[in-house]
Structure formats: C-alpha cells, structure tokens
C-alpha cells in the first residue's frame, strides 16, 4: 500500500468531517465453523498496528492517514487513553519490548520509556517516497530489525509518484553494486513545463536518464527495500538483505526463524509490471530478493508479467546480486499483505501457522475501476510448512464493507489466545487512500464450544 502523502492531501486530511458512526455487524463476516467474531473496540481512526504487552494491555498504532495526528493508544481494565501522539505520517508499526514502546514513523524510529520521555533512536531514513520505513522487530540476541520500502514502485520514478514535486532528486538506492541496462523512459516533463517530454533511468532522479550502457550504482547502507538491523538504542546500523519493495512487518517465529511479509508490484508508472505477486519470505542474512526485476521468484521478463496495455518489462539490471530466494507463500496480486502472527495455541487451530491481514487494493491501476472482491479485504491462513494459503476471515459477500471487514492491516495473538483483527478504516470511495476518522475497529476471534 502507497502511504505516500504530499502537502495537499495534508490539507484535505486536516479537514475531514469530524465524526461518521460506523454501522458494524459482525453477522456479515464470515468464519469458520467453531470460531466467533466480535467487535473489541471502534471509533479508532486509522489504526495500523497492535502488540500486547505483558499485563496484557493493547498497544495500538494510529497510522495518522485519518487525522494527520499518528497516536499511540492504550487499551486496559481502566479504558483506552493516548500514550503519546504528534508522530510524522505515516506511523506504519509499534512493538513493546520490556516497557518500552517502539515507534515506526515516516523516516524514524522513536522509543517511549517507560517513564513516558521519547527518543528519536534512528532518524534519516529514506522514506520520502512510496513506502516508508516499517515495524520494529525485536530479536533474542537484543537486535532491532525492520524493513525500508522503495522510493517507487518498480525501479523509476514517474508520473505515480506524487512527492517528487518535494523531493525532486529522490530516487531508489542499490544496497550493493549494480550495473543497469540502458533503460529509459519518457513521460511528461511535469518539473519543466517548457520541455515537453522527461526521460528517466532506473535509480535516477525524475528526468535523469541512464547515459550510457553499463552503468554502475554504488550500494549504500540504507538502501530502498531493505531490512535494517541495530542495536536496541538505534546505534551500529547496518544493512542486512535488501531487493524487497515494501517489507511491511517481520516477525520471529518459535524457531527463531525471521518471517517478512513484502508486498508486491503494481500495475502503475513508467515500468508497470501486471500480475506481481505478494509474498512470504524467510530471512537470509545477505540476500537479494529480486526487486526490481524478480517477483515470486521469477523475472518480470515472463509473459504474465506484461500489462494489458503497455509495454512488455524490461530487466534493469544487467546482472543481479545473486540468485533471489524463493518465497515460502505467494498470494494474488492486489492481496496488499501487511501485519501477521504465529498461532501458538492448539486449542485455536494448527500451532505455527500464519494469519495475516490482506489489506486488498482500492483502485486497479490499468482500467481505472474499481475492484473488490477475489483478493484482499480478508485473513488469510499460510501453512508455514507446505506454504498452502487459504481464506480464513472474509465478509459474506466478498466484498470490503463498513459494517464488516474493510481495510484489515494486522492480526495479533492475545494473552487470552483470541486473535485480534485491526481494521483500518471506512475508505473514500472517491479519493483512493484517504479514511474517515473514527471509523476504525479492533475485531477479536475466538474459538467456540460446539
């Protein structure tokens, strides 16, 4: 998902109408046999993330893309109250680790201690663009890891990205050495209206092209689609995989395995690529998943790859890192994965699999129409073994809807073993990407005597 906002959508954020009632019913959501779905908290704004911490309260990430004002909200015995607020947007993660509350907002990592003070841990990171940096995870050995999105979607900036016009040398960063092919394309000169036409390379700026064959882009540490590793007080940070598009959330699994959920391709801008899955990755310390020319394990080159109206892809690089790893899931392009977490209680189902929150697409990019059902919208279940995904929360009609599921951004394990769902908020069907305030819920599934 592009949470990407510039300075007028700022302005029309901060003047939303104050209060819309979301009609909620859980009867519309279908689960199955032996589960029930029930409403745990509403009247949230955009909530993104959750953690529990260990006397049980709910954290919860406000991600701000309703009101411009990201919070921190607590939910406990005593009521829900704001933790702390006035974060950059978006916030895309919290976690919890010992009383301390890590942060992810759009180029920080902020830390509130347990006396309520907060720290700017990390700050600079290259989050101008599409995707921002993502959720904190927290590793035995008292490393932080988490993942920095791309500043475009396939490689080159284009007429989809709207922060160009603030950060009009922005562009994607290698995180080692590359060598680009002679890949140029040609847009409207939206920068210098007296030229009529930009020509733009892969990793360059807006209207910079590639010059020559060949070219060579040095890697940098804090490199677009990478996952970012330090020590737990932000120092010694280091760049540990990269050649993921939107690493959203990562996880540690009861074997100390690392889980990345990385959200595909689109259908957009001056390199669309159709049909680009989502996936599920296992970690692997110096890896190169495949973006911007590799998506499920396989180069863009091939037919399915190819929009309905556009140009067949092209590699952009003339050789890769290294061999990318498969995924161990895919899910259909348009699924939008975001948040996880690992079942680890038999009485709820199989122990070890995944569920995670499909936040679905708003608008399908080639036609300009809109799309619903099929994918996304839903919570899907991954057999972390075999890699089998199948439906595990959906509305009946199969559709997003404000009084069942509509934007589900993560799924969280309770201390009660109930899952809880965060569900953004009520969309406008009018202008993709932007929420109502106060519609956002939490849903808790539990399992059911029969």
């Given at each position: 998902?592009?949470?990407?906002?510039?300075?007028?959508?700022?302005?029309f954020?901060?003047?939303?109408?104050?209060?819309?009632?979301?009609?909620?019913?859980?009867?519309?959501?279908?689960?199955?046999?032996?589960?029930?779905?029930?409403?745990?908290?509403?009247?949230?704004?955009?909530?993104i993330?959750?953690?529990?911490?260990?006397?049980?309260?709910?954290?919860?990430?406000?991600?701000?893309?309703?009101?411009?004002?990201?919070?921190?909200?607590?939910?406990?015995?005593?009521?829900?109250?704001?933790?702390?607020?006035?974060?950059?947007?978006?916030?895309?993660?919290?976690?919890?680790?010992?009383?301390?509350?890590?942060?992810?907002?759009?180029?920080?990592?902020?830390?509130?201690?347990?006396?309520?003070?907060?720290?700017?841990?990390?700050?600079?990171?290259p989050?101008?663009?599409?995707f921002?940096?993502?959720?904190?995870?927290v590793?035995?050995?008292?490393?932080?890891?988490?993942?920095?999105?791309?500043?475009?979607?396939?490689?080159?900036?284009g007429?989809?990205?709207?922060?160009?016009?603030?950060?009009?040398?922005?562009?994607?960063?290698?995180?080692?050495?590359?060598?680009?092919?002679?890949?140029n394309?040609?847009?409207?000169?939206?920068?210098?209206?007296?030229?009529?036409?930009?020509?733009?390379?892969?990793f360059?700026p807006?209207?910079?092209?590639?010059?020559?064959?060949?070219?060579?882009?040095?890697?940098?540490?804090?490199?677009?689609?990478?996952?970012?590793?330090?020590?737990?007080?932000?120092?010694?940070?280091?760049?540990?995989?990269?050649?993921?598009?939107?690493?959203?959330?990562?996880?540690?699994?009861?074997?100390?395995?690392?889980?990345?959920?990385?959200?595909?391709?689109?259908?957009?801008?001056?390199?669309?690529?159709?049909?680009?899955?989502?996936?599920?990755?296992?970690?692997?310390?110096?890896?190169?998943?495949?973006?911007?020319?590799?998506?499920?394990?396989?180069?863009?080159?091939?037919?399915?790859?190819?929009?309905?109206?556009?140009?067949?892809?092209?590699?952009?690089?003339?050789?890769?890192?290294s061999?990318?790893?498969?995924p161990?899931?895919?899910?259909?392009?348009?699924?939008?994965?975001?948040?996880?977490?690992?079942n680890?209680?038999?009485?709820?189902?199989?122990?070890?699999?995944?569920?995670?929150?499909?936040?679905?697409?708003?608008q399908?990019e080639?036609?300009?129409?809109?799309?619903?059902?099929g994918?996304?919208?839903?919570?899907?279940?991954?057999?972390?073994?075999?890699?089998?995904?199948?439906?595990?929360?959906?509305?009946?009609?199969?559709?997003?809807?404000?009084?069942?599921?509509?934007?589900?951004?993560?799924?969280?394990?309770?201390?009660?073993?109930?899952?809880?769902?965060?569900?953004?908020?009520?969309?406008?069907?009018?202008?993709?990407?932007?929420?109502?305030?106060?519609?956002?819920?939490?849903?808790?599934?539990?399992k059911?005597?029969?």
């Amino acid at each position: 998902m592009n949470f990407a906002t510039n300075n007028y959508l700022q302005k029309f954020y901060a003047q939303q109408v104050p209060y819309i009632q979301r009609k909620l019913d859980p009867n519309r959501i279908s689960v199955p046999i032996g589960y029930q779905i029930e409403i745990f908290a509403q009247g949230l704004n955009a909530p993104i993330g959750m953690v529990f911490t260990e006397k049980g309260d709910m954290l919860i990430a406000d991600s701000g893309l309703a009101t411009m004002n990201p919070q921190v909200i607590r939910i406990s015995n005593e009521g829900m109250e704001v933790v702390a607020e006035g974060f950059n947007v978006p916030l895309t993660g919290i976690n919890y680790k010992n009383g301390y509350i890590y942060v992810s907002h759009k180029g920080v990592v902020t830390v509130i201690n347990p006396n309520g003070t907060r720290q700017d841990i990390i700050k600079g990171l290259p989050s101008f663009g599409d995707f921002s940096n993502n959720r904190v995870e927290v590793s035995n050995n008292e490393k932080i890891y988490f993942g920095q999105g791309t500043a475009t979607n396939s490689g080159v900036v284009g007429l989809d990205n709207n922060w160009i016009f603030d950060h009009p040398y922005f562009h994607d960063y290698p995180g080692s050495y590359i060598i680009l092919n002679q890949a140029n394309f040609e847009t409207k000169n939206v920068m210098i209206p007296a030229m009529e036409s930009a020509i733009t390379g892969s990793f360059s700026p807006f209207g910079v092209p590639n010059i020559q064959q060949y070219e060579v882009r040095r890697g940098t540490r804090l490199a677009s689609g990478s996952v970012l590793r330090a020590n737990l007080d932000g120092s010694n940070i280091e760049l540990v995989a990269w050649g993921l598009r939107n690493p959203f959330c990562m996880k540690f699994d009861n074997s100390d395995r690392l889980i990345i959920s990385n959200q595909g391709m689109d259908t957009r801008g001056s390199r669309p690529i159709a049909n680009a899955l989502d996936e599920l990755f296992l970690f692997k310390t110096g890896a190169w998943y495949g973006w911007p020319d590799y998506s499920g394990g396989e180069p863009v080159t091939m037919p399915r790859f190819t929009p309905i109206r556009g140009r067949k892809p092209e590699l952009l690089l003339e050789t890769i890192p290294s061999a990318p790893p498969a995924p161990t899931a895919v899910f259909p392009t348009g699924s939008t994965i975001m948040g996880f977490d690992f079942n680890e209680t038999p009485d709820f189902g199989p122990i070890g699999d995944i569920y995670i929150a499909c936040f679905g697409r708003v608008q399908y990019e080639e036609s300009n129409e809109y799309i619903h059902s099929g994918v996304g919208h839903r919570i899907m279940r991954v057999n972390i073994v075999s890699g089998e995904i199948s439906t595990f929360a959906i509305n009946k009609s199969g559709f997003p809807e404000e009084s069942g599921l509509s934007r589900p951004t993560d799924v969280v394990f309770g201390p009660d073993g109930a899952m809880y769902i965060s569900d953004m908020a009520i969309a406008d069907i009018e202008r993709p990407n932007m929420y109502l305030s106060n519609t956002g819920v939490i849903w808790r599934i539990r399992k059911i005597a029969l």
